[in-house]
């Protein structure tokens, strides 16, 4: 059902903007580099929350309304939406335990090498993903929750985007 993949992304957004601008707009008064990542990661992740929610719902309800009604189109594309619910899912988590573990084995390096640079880059990496992941289980929370996954896969999309935004 199209609407409710389209109200997932619209709240998701909105509320990604209200949070994560929040942040963000914190961030650039305060000149504070990382609280501004922070803010965009969080939207990003808010955002990610709304489609794959609204990628869920829409194919709970066309699989219901497919099984109902007797409609193989109806529940194909029901079964094809909540497929791509996981599939974002697992990507998200993959991603972001793929960032972890860089940015841990960032700072292990660093000190062994006795490189700072390497070892802030890591640590404020690492930081980053606990502030985002922490905040958009947050986000969840307020609006009545989630099962694990998904709050884990958020929270590692996050992360990947707030990577992105470093280059």
Do not use: C, F, P
Not at 11 to 36: D, N, P, Y
Not at 46 to 52: D, E, R
Not at 77 to 92: C, E, H, N, P, S
């Amino acid at each position: 059902m199209g609407w409710l993949k389209k109200a997932g992304v619209t709240a998701g957004e909105i509320t990604g903007l209200m949070l994560g601008g929040s942040i963000r707009v914190v961030g650039e008064l305060t000149g504070a580099k990382l609280v501004k990542e922070i803010g965009d990661g969080v939207e990003a992740a808010t955002a990610k929350t709304g489609l794959v929610l609204g990628h869920a719902a829409s194919g709970v309800w066309d699989v219901g309304t497919g099984l109902i009604s007797r409609n193989e189109e109806k529940l194909e594309t029901g079964v094809q939406d909540m497929g791509a619910a996981v599939g974002t899912t697992l990507r998200g988590v993959t991603d972001g335990i793929g960032y972890i573990y860089t940015s841990g084995k960032d700072v292990v390096q660093g000190i062994k090498d006795q490189d700072s640079d390497l070892l802030k880059q890591g640590a404020k990496n690492l930081t980053k993903a606990a502030a985002i992941g922490a905040l958009a289980i947050g986000v969840l929370d307020l609006v009545g929750g989630a099962d694990g996954g998904m709050v884990t896969a958020d929270a590692a999309d996050a992360v990947d985007s707030a990577d992105v935004m470093d280059k």
